[in-house]
């Protein structure tokens, strides 16, 4: 009869850090999101910052100018909700504008072009980068909250289930490639 309680004792101590463990890295996983999220963040508003910058310097016509000024203060003051489609719209404004390698050229020609076209070229590439990092952590955060256990006993605690950001972010090819 002990023997048989020090063994129930033993494996409820052992369910316990185990149950603990995953806790923790339930835990970490959602800091982890949390994070890549603020990167994202500030790698988006970067984007949006500097597509703002250029459109207002003069060096593009002034339809392109409108264009990409409007869509980056669209995906500057979107609110949470929208804010996937304001930024996919900067994407594809920004592909309408960059599409072609000359528009690009017209852009390094001009005082001050090259330090503004590699600083668009930068916080484009970034972005894939920075969704690509959130949406992992996120997808792997899922994955453990799918297990019974996490679900059983509640280890998420008030955690809200994680979301994947979903957007275009595909960059114009002549942004896209580095220079060389």
């Known amino acids: 009869m002990t023997e048989t309680l020090i063994w129930t004792v033993v494996a409820l101590i052992l369910i316990g850090v185990y149950l603990s463990w995953t806790a923790g890295r ?60 304001a930024e996919s719209e900067l994407s594809q404004a920004l592909r309408a504008v960059f599409g072609e390698p000359e528009q690009v050229e017209l852009v390094r020609e001009a005082p001050g ?37 996490v679900r059983w006993f509640r280890l998420a605690g008030h955690a809200p289930f994680p979301l994947a950001f979903e957007m275009d972010d595909e960059p114009p090819v002549a942004l896209a490639d580095r220079p060389a």
Do not use: C, W
């Not at 003069?58 to 909700?81: C, K, M």
């Not at 330090?115 to 070229?121: D, K, P, R, V, Y």
């Open 113 to 149: 072009g090259p330090e503004a076209a590699e600083e668009l070229a930068a916080a484009v590439r970034r972005v894939p980068m920075a969704r690509r990092f959130h949406n992992d952590a996120v997808r792997a955060a899922r994955a453990l909250r799918r297990h019974r256990k």
């Open 26 to 85: 339930l835990d970490r996983l959602h800091s982890r999101i949390d994070a890549a999220r603020a990167a994202l963040d500030a790698q988006l508003l970067r984007r949006a910052s500097v597509t703002q910058e250029l459109a207002t310097s003069g060096v593009l016509d002034p339809a392109a100018s409108i264009v990409l000024y409007e869509a980056a203060h669209a995906a500057r003051q979107a609110e949470e909700d929208h804010r996937e489609v």
